[in-house]
């Protein structure tokens, strides 16, 4: 089945720097590229996706990047601030439903 | 309703008590799932719903795992027996189609089993 790997596990990073994610999928067939955003407590929450047939993918601060040769794919957040501190969750989808989720990135955006 | 709602949000139970949690999802939206999120994990699907049919219940750990959506809205995920290693954040989540999208997630419901 479809294997997500993601780095790194925590990423400190000071307020107004970029902060990056990378992570790799097993699945050649995957066409589907979610990331959400876990904040403590709470329900994930979709922050940006990207199907296979772009390369890039930009929402303001918030771009993604995905190399279907090498399948791999990156989530980028720039100027970041502390209201992006969080868990962020990378997917790669199995089929034409499910979602094959990486164990996670805790992000702490330092004041 | 405006989201994806679960209940209980927290649940303990004893070793061996038997289980029911709740999801509701967005109305109208097709799709239904069920994850499971250990402790500084991801997500672990267990089992999808197209309306009332239950398409894959590939990820479901056990027999003692069980999960309905009989008139197509509201589901149960229900664990019998339920042991130790059953603790976790069971999450729901819907999405309005039945093909890759965005999934609306639920707040979880806690379960520890002690």
């Known amino acids: 089945g479809e294997n997500v790997e993601q780095h790194p596990s925590t990423l400190s990073v000071q307020e107004g720097d970029s902060a990056v994610i990378k992570c790799t999928y097993s699945?050649?067939?995957?066409?589907?590229f979610p990331w959400y955003k876990q904040e403590l407590g709470k329900r994930p929450q979709l922050i940006i996706d990207i199907r296979s047939n772009v390369g890039e993918k930009k929402d303001q601060r918030i771009a993604v990047t995905l190399n279907k040769t090498a399948k791999h794919f990156s989530l980028h957040i720039t100027e970041t601030q502390p209201e992006d501190s969080a868990v962020y969750f990378c997917a790669a989808s199995i089929g034409d439903y499910k979602l094959s989720f990486g164990a996670g990135t805790t992000v702490t955006v330092r004041a | 309703g405006a989201g994806v709602s679960q209940s209980p949000r927290y649940k303990v139970a004893k070793r061996g008590q038997d289980v029911a949690l709740r999801c509701d999802p967005i109305s109208g939206h097709v799709s239904l799932f069920w994850y499971q999120q250990a402790l500084g994990q991801g997500p672990e699907f267990l089992t999808y719903?197209?309306?009332?049919?239950?398409?894959?219940k590939s990820g479901l750990p056990s027999d003692r795992f069980f999960a309905e959506r009989p008139e197509g809205s509201v589901s149960t995920l229900k664990i019998q027996r339920t042991q130790q290693e059953d603790s976790a954040v069971y999450l729901c989540?819907?999405?309005?189609?039945?093909?890759?999208?965005?999934?609306?997630f639920g707040q979880g419901t806690r379960l520890t089993v002690v």
């Open positions: 699945d050649s067939a995957s066409n589907y």
């Open positions: 989540a819907s999405t309005p189609l039945g093909v890759n999208t965005e999934a609306f």
């Open positions: 719903f197209q309306n009332e049919a239950q398409l894959d």
